[in-house]
């Protein structure tokens, strides 16, 4: 079984930067689709983004679309969310999760998650 452990979240201006890192160990992360998911206070878990095992293929969701990005690097069993321009409302905790695939933006179909990492954005 694949574990995965999130870095990099905090508190940011609007319009800031941040990039979160999922480590994950135990597993061949190679084999894994990747994604990230939030939910914010209240509301459901929604999907992010999702990079494919290979060859690389990143999906996104439309709230998100050209201010982050997705990527992967095998040699380090990691991925990555580079985020930029945030808002406020990106406000939540994020959270990695892995599947063998085939990719999907529904949470309930992925196995295998990390503890999550909170994002706040303040006006």
């Known amino acids: 079984q694949v574990q995965l452990v999130e870095f990099g979240g905090g508190s940011v201006q609007a319009g800031g930067s941040l990039r979160l890192s999922c480590a994950a160990s135990?597993?061949?992360?190679?084999?894994?689709?990747m994604a990230w998911f939030r939910q914010a206070p209240g509301k459901e878990r929604e999907f992010v983004a999702a990079v494919i095992r290979g060859p690389e293929r990143t999906f996104y969701a439309d709230s998100v679309m050209g201010r982050f990005t997705i990527s992967r690097d095998n040699t380090r069993n990691t991925v990555f969310l580079q985020m930029n321009s945030l808002r406020p409302e990106d406000t939540a905790v994020y959270y990695c999760a892995a599947r063998p695939g085939p990719v999907t933006d529904v949470f309930t179909e992925y196995g295998y998650w990390g503890q999550g990492t909170q994002v706040t954005v303040s006006s």
């Open positions: 135990g597993g061949t992360f190679s084999s894994y689709d």
